[in-house]
């Protein structure tokens, strides 16, 4: 599991959202869909309560800057169904292990979309921001 994954903070909003919304026998491109409508609402919570991210500092070059927003990754979700009694522990097993198969074989990103090509910055604090 990765780090920090278990611990992220649901707001009640994302959790009755995610109830709402969840199909039993989904295509991934609906799971996908669910994942980026649940980003805008988290998104949308953030800012209508005015929730900053954490200052951190980069422990390779020192940078001093605000922290990575929170994002909703596929397996997030996934596993939320489980968490909050919306899906059996077995068939959340059986939707991660389903998922796990699907991103390798179309080459995609946690979030569900294919990643960009080209080499990445190392640290977005290494672009000039305006």
Known sequence: MPRGE???TWF?????????????EPAWEAVIDLRDQLQR????????RGIKPATVRCLHCGHVG????????VRAVLLALRRFG????????????EWSR???????DLYGRRPESGA???HS???ERV
């Open 6 to 8: 278990r611990s992220q």
């Open 12 to 24: 009640p909003e994302l959790v009755a959202e995610l109830r709402q919304s969840w199909q039993t």
């Open 41 to 48: 609402t988290l998104e949308h919570i953030l800012s209508s």
């Open 66 to 73: 605000p922290g990575t927003p929170p994002a909703i990754s």
């Open 86 to 97: 919306i899906e059996s522990e077995d068939r959340v097993r059986q939707l991660d292990k």
């Open 102 to 108: 699907h991103r390798a074989l179309h080459r995609l």
């Open 120 to 122: 990445a910055a190392l």
């Open 125 to 127: 604090h290494s672009e």
